[in-house]
């Protein structure tokens, strides 16, 4: 048992060390991809005077700050557990995620008004309309390469920074693009308007995916239980072993990518402490073998126990969730 236990903590090292060179080679690329893209938009919005690009720019520009957040966020929840934070440094990364949205806030609201008070004022015209399509076009070539890259990692790792920064660089797809058709209809079609109505348009998206950050990022800063197909597969997993046959009082929460997991299970009084013990280590071997980056907390509770009944955190049985599952599969 002691020498699947080593084998199982140097997995998890390994695991680790993995994740931690994924994100941060995902965040020094975003960093990358921010800096070059900069320089081009503000070249572009010098020669444009448009609204779209000046948004664009806007959004890019904390996209960089964004992705400096992000790289300090996955190395900092990279680091190992210490004396002063005992479950780990998970949380940093849903940190770095929240100071993306306020940043994406802060840009949009900076975006509406610029491109409000434009289209109030009649001041549309732009400048050097074909310039602006080349380095739109030029951006939206660059942050394909970054988002194959972002996908592969966050697969691989589940980070909810890179997320976060994934979500940046998705709405860049969609504002570049914005971009160049409020390009084509101000300056060739001859549509007074388009460009600071898209702007708006920009600024719009850029607080949708804000709030949908925010959304993942809370959950982990506010401990919420899995999701119920994880949280069910997990159960499913758990009622193979007979000897968890009354599991209860289940518990569960995410902190980066690190998964952690509590419940009770009731064992026969006449049972030493010894042989509890050996089950209870074969059935965490079992289930953190299906879970690989979770820590799981068992407590036993003597056959017949009864928990307090006034307390509505306690769960008497989650097999009755699972009257669907055969007997014969449990």
Request: glycine content about 6%; hydrophobic content about 50%.
């Amino acid at each position: 048992m002691a020498e699947t236990q080593g084998h199982d903590q140097e997995r998890r090292a390994d695991s680790a060390a993995q994740r931690a060179r994924l994100t941060r080679g995902a965040a020094f690329a975003s960093i990358a991809t921010a800096l070059f893209l900069i320089g081009l938009k503000v070249w572009a919005a010098w020669r444009t005077d448009s609204s779209a690009m000046l948004g664009s720019l806007a959004d890019t520009a904390l996209d960089l700050v964004a992705s400096l957040a992000t790289l300090f966020g996955v190395w900092y929840a990279a680091q190992p557990a210490d004396e002063e934070h005992r479950w780990g440094h998970g949380k940093a990364e849903a940190l770095a995620a929240m100071f993306q949205v306020v940043l994406i806030a802060l840009s949009a609201s900076a975006i509406a008004l610029r491109s409000t008070i434009r289209l109030v004022s009649g001041d549309t015209e732009v400048s050097a309309p074909g310039e602006g399509i080349v380095v739109s076009l030029i951006a939206i070539a660059v942050t394909f390469a970054l988002l194959a890259w972002q996908r592969f990692v966050i697969r691989r790792t589940r980070s909810i920074a890179i997320h976060a920064d994934h979500v940046h660089y998705q709405s860049d797809l969609l504002l570049n693009a914005a971009v160049i058709l409020a390009l084509v209809l101000e300056a060739y079609v001859g549509l007074s308007g388009a460009d600071p109505l898209f702007g708006i348009g920009i600024a719009i998206w850029l607080a949708m995916g804000a709030y949908r950050a925010a959304s993942t990022a809370i959950d982990q800063l506010l401990d919420r239980e899995w999701p119920d197909d994880k949280r069910r597969r997990f159960v499913e997993l758990a009622a193979r072993h007979p000897e968890l046959s009354n599991l209860h009082d289940l518990r569960t929460r995410s902190s980066g990518t690190h998964d952690f997991v509590q419940f009770h299970v009731d064992m026969p009084r006449e049972m030493t402490v010894e042989e509890a013990h050996d089950i209870i280590e074969r059935v965490e071997a079992d289930l953190c073998s299906h879970f690989p980056d979770m820590d799981l907390l068992i407590h036993i509770d003597p056959e017949g126990h009864v928990d307090e009944p006034d307390n509505p955190m306690v769960e008497s049985d989650e097999f009755e969730q699972l009257d669907d599952i055969p007997r014969s599969d449990r």
